[in-house]
């Protein structure tokens, strides 16, 4: 928690909304997660991913921790030092099959309520954001450059 606390700004407050102001990079697929762990590896540094908006009702939560995870072992980064949160719209649903999915990290526009229950159910080791605005780098945007990302990564 130190970690990702001290990294990123991130601390709950307004009645257990979590604040982040880290660099995310949102990912469309797999060639997308590979591509910005790849890149984070070189530069041995914690990664925010994020899915595109209600990917958990969309492709689901397992094909998306699957990415994840075929991508991490890749890369052979620490799966402690990737940050990868699926967004679920506002279905309270969707992010309850992310916790039964094992997706470590939520992104999901729900009361303060329902953010602290889902921040509970899926242990310390996990957050939970709103959906607030936040900057990202979007990776559907094919002009992007891996010096572009590794500059976002360092920001």
């Given amino acids: 928690m130190g970690l990702l606390k001290s990294y990123a700004g991130y601390g709950y407050g307004d009645g257990g909304r979590l604040t982040h102001n880290a660099p995310f990079i949102i990912v469309h697929n797999i060639e997308h997660v590979r591509r910005a762990l790849r890149v984070a590896a070189s530069l041995k540094c914690p990664t925010f991913l994020l ?68 921040r509970e159910m899926l242990g310390p080791d996990s957050r939970v954001i709103d959906a607030a605005p936040i900057s990202t780098l979007n990776l559907e945007d094919t002009s992007i450059s891996d010096e572009a990302i590794r500059n976002w990564l360092n920001t």
């Fill in 51 to 118: 899915s595109t908006p209600d990917a958990a009702g969309t492709i689901g939560p397992a094909v998306f921790r699957d990415m994840i995870d075929i991508s991490i072992k890749e890369t052979n980064l620490d799966p402690d030092q990737v940050f990868a949160f699926i967004d679920c719209g506002s279905n309270t649903g969707h992010a309850l099959k992310a916790v039964q999915e094992r997706c470590r990290h939520i992104r999901i526009n729900a009361s303060s309520e329902i953010l602290v229950k889902l």
